[in-house]
Each structure stands twice: as structure tokens, then as C-alpha cells.
């Protein structure tokens, strides 16, 4: 028997991976077949693609307003993709990991590294578990990022050689995931949100 049952608590899954894996496909398919679990919606000054809205897809924000909301410390990490920055809204997360919800955050590597930190040096206060989607194979990757037509095949290959890079970090995190079909890649993450939700009840 666990020493003490604290009651359920928030989680925060981070979910990250190497450029055009297809995380935000996946998560779509995670939000759709759990009907509980909280997006964040990040901040972005990259303009809108055809299709995204503001506030649905991302908040679509200029640099002079990316940075004010950064110097106010609006953000619980915000980094720069691309070319454009990034930022996940601190205070969503913190009321809804503070009404005992799961939030899903879908950052770039260098935002993942930077929640980890927060939570290592005690700035995060709440369970965390880091998923890591990788593609089946880097050729799948080519495919799949040239088959978006919304990049040049200049920034196609650039983003290539970011994935490539952005792969070698997966041993960090706690649980990797092959995205070979969206569906299955959802219901793996799925399950393992079950799994830790679990978890945070017996600490
Ligand atoms: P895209 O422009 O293709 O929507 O996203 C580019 C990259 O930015 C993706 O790897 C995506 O996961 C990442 N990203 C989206 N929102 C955030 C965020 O709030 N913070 C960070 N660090 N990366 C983000």
C-alpha cells in the first residue's frame, strides 16, 4: 500500500519531437478520442497557414507583443523555431493543473529541454511526463514534410537537417513514441496518460 493517498493532481504531458513527425496531427487525434484533456494553446508570431485560426491553432501575436508578454513572464518557456518564436501561456496551464486537470503542451525540443528544467529546479510544482514522437524512419520524415506544400523545398531540407539533430535527444525523455500511424500513436499516448494519471494518485 502507498504511505499516503494525496488525491488526484494535475498533469502536465509534454509532447515533442523532431519537425514534422506530425505532432499536431496526433494530438488532434488524442484531443478527439479524449474529450477531458486540456490543449494549450501556445502564442506564435509565425503567420497563420490557410486553415489555422487564431485562437484554435495558436494565438497569432506580433514580436513587439510576443515580448511584452515575455518580459511580463506570461510564458512557461517560449522559444525560437524556425525563424519565428513560440511561447506556451503560463497561467492556462498553471489554473488548469491547479483544478486537478491533464494539460497537453505541443512544444518544439528546446521547449520540452526548457519545461524540464523548470520542473527539475522546482519552478514547475506539478507531475510532469515527457513523450517523445519519432517517425518511423527519416524518409518517412522527407515524405511527410514535403507532402505539407507549405514549405519551400529549400526550408523542406533545413527543417530535415533540424529533425535529424533534434532526434539525438530522445533518450531524455520517459517515453518515446513511434508515430507510424496517427491513430495507434494517439492510443499509445492515450495510454500512457492513463498509466501516469495513476501514478500521480499514489505520490
Ligand atoms: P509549426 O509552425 O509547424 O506549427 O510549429 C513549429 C514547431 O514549433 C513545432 O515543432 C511545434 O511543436 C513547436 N511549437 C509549437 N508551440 C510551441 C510552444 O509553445 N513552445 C515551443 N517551444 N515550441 C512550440
Given at each position: 500500500m502507498p504511505k499516503k493517498l494525496k488525491g488526484r493532481k494535475g498533469l502536465l504531458v509534454v509532447i515533442s519531437g523532431p519537425s514534422g513527425v506530425g505532432k499536431s496531427t496526433v494530438v488532434r487525434k488524442l484531443l478527439s478520442i479524449d474529450l477531458k484533456l486540456k490543449m494549450s494553446i501556445s502564442a506564435t508570431t509565425r503567420p497563420p497557414r490557410p486553415n489555422e485560426k487564431h485562437g484554435i491553432d495558436y494565438f497569432f501575436i506580433t514580436e513587439e507583443e510576443f515580448f511584452d508578454r515575455d518580459k511580463k513572464h506570461l510564458f512557461l518557456e517560449w522559444a525560437k523555431v524556425h525563424g519565428y518564436y513560440y511561447g506556451t501561456p503560463k497561467d492556462f496551464v498553471e489554473e488548469q493543473i491547479s483544478k486537478n486537470q491533464t494539460v497537453i503542451s505541443e512544444v518544439d525540443v528546446q521547449g520540452a529541454a526548457s519545461i524540464k528544467e523548470s520542473v527539475t529546479s522546482g519552478k514547475i510544482k506539478c507531475a510532469t511526463v515527457f513523450i517523445f514522437l519519432i517517425p518511423p524512419s527519416v524518409d518517412i520524415l522527407a515524405f511527410r514534410l514535403r507532402r505539407?506544400?507549405?514549405?519551400s523545398e529549400e526550408l523542406v531540407n533545413y527543417r530535415l537537417r533540424a529533425a535529424i539533430a533534434e532526434l539525438?535527444?530522445?533518450?531524455?525523455?520517459d517515453y518515446i513514441v513511434v508515430n507510424d500511424k496517427v491513430d495507434s500513436a494517439a492510443e499509445k499516448i492515450k495510454a500512457i496518460i492513463n498509466v501516469e494519471k495513476e501514478r500521480v494518485l499514489l505520490n
Open positions: 505539407r506544400k507549405t514549405e539525438q535527444v530522445m533518450e531524455k525523455y
